[in-house]
Each structure stands twice: as C-alpha cells, then as structure tokens.
Nanobody, 125 residues
Framework: QVQLVESGGGLVQAGDSLRLSCVAS????????MGWFRQAPGKERLFVAS????????NYEDSVRGRFTISKDNAKNTLYLQMNNLKPEDTAVYYC??????????????????WGQGTQVTVSS
C-alpha cells in the first residue's frame, strides 16, 4: 500500500514561487509514473503535471508549462513541484498521485491508484 504525504502549500502573492513536496512510502517509489493534480473550490480535479518512473519524461498542462517543473528524487522517495510566477488562477488544493500500473507519464485521473491528502495553495492578486 502506497502512502503519499504532501507539504509546501501556503498563501503567496502573484508572481511568487512555491515548491510542493510529496513523500511516498510503500512499494518501490521508482517503479511507476507520478503526478500532480489540483482542485479549485466547486471544480473538478484537473491534471497539472506528470513524470515517468525513472524521471526522464515529463508532461504538463498547457497553462503551467514553462512556469511549473515536476521532478523526483528516487533516493529520497520524494516528488516535487516547483511553481514559479504563480497566478491567482493557480489557487487550488494540490494533490500528489502515484500510479500502480503506468510507467510513462499519465495525465488522467483513472491512471492513478494512490492519492495524497492534498495541500492548499492560495495566490493573492
């Protein structure tokens, strides 16, 4: 059973940066794709970024490409999301996810099997 714990959220101003972390415990961290999703109040959970099992391939949602960077440290069992030039529309709860089946990047909810509890990111204008 994989457990995921996110941290690093907070309240920032537009243009600021944040780095989210997600520590994984359980089956080998380096075996499957991982990703970040976000959910704004009253909205559905949406894809943000994903990374392949070995970290060599990444994929981003169009609105964050060039501003956000996903990475992973397999030695530390940790997934990261570096978020630069944050905008008010980035405000959401951010969730870390791990697939138990897919090894390349994955951008849909049903490709992921394990989820963290979420961390709030609020960007003021």
């Amino acid at each position: 059973q994989v457990q995921l714990v996110e941290s690093g959220g907070g309240l920032v101003q537009a243009g600021d940066s944040l780095r989210l972390s997600c520590v994984a415990s359980g089956p080998p961290f380096s075996s499957y794709a991982m990703g970040w999703f976000r959910q704004a109040p009253g909205k559905e959970r949406l894809f943000v970024a994903s990374i392949s099992y070995e970290g060599g391939t990444t994929n981003y949602e169009d609105s964050v490409r060039g501003r956000f960077t996903i990475s992973k440290d397999n030695a530390k069992n940790t997934l990261y999301l570096q978020m630069n030039n944050l905008k008010p529309e980035d405000t959401a709860v951010y969730y870390c996810a791990s697939s138990g089946r897919v090894v390349t990047t994955a951008s849909t909810l049903n490709e992921y099997d394990y989820w963290g509890q979420g961390t709030q990111v609020t960007v003021s204008s």
